[in-house]
């Protein structure tokens, strides 16, 4: 199967910043959209960024500006760069991806166990 492995979260003071990492591992023929999702106490789970095969890049609009997605297809791995953080981003973020593989046909949805990170002075 296919694990996906969240770390870097922590305790940050507003205004810091802080860099996730998503890591891919298993049974992986293709690894395709890649996305970070994050859940506060009490809310649902939100979008917060996506990252295509190819580099294509989107946002939520409550992040853009402030967070910047990447990733490196050689590691299977995917970053989450932020900025300016604000106690409302406080949250635990989860890592999704779209992932075909070996021995299949069609991609399937992997999540990650989330990383905690708490944005608080």
């Known amino acids: 199967q296919v694990q996906l492995v969240e770390s870097g979260g922590g305790l940050v003071q507003p205004g810091g910043s802080l860099r996730l990492s998503c890591a891919a591992s298993?049974?992986?023929?293709?690894?395709?959209?890649m996305r970070w999702y994050r859940q506060a106490p009490g809310k649902q789970r939100e979008y917060v960024a996506s990252?295509?095969?190819?580099?294509?890049?989107y946002y939520a609009i409550s992040v853009k500006g402030r967070f910047t997605v990447s990733r490196d297809n050689a590691n299977l791995t995917m970053y989450l760069q932020m900025n300016s953080l604000e106690p409302e981003d406080t949250a635990v973020y989860y890592c999704?991806?779209?992932?075909?593989?070996?021995?299949?046909?069609?991609?399937?949805?992997?999540w990650g166990q989330g990383t905690q990170v708490t944005v608080s002075s």
């Open positions: 999704n991806a779209d992932v075909k593989t070996i021995g299949t046909v069609k991609p399937s949805s992997f």
């Open positions: 298993g049974s992986i023929f293709s690894l395709y959209d």
């Open positions: 990252i295509s095969s190819t580099g294509t890049t």
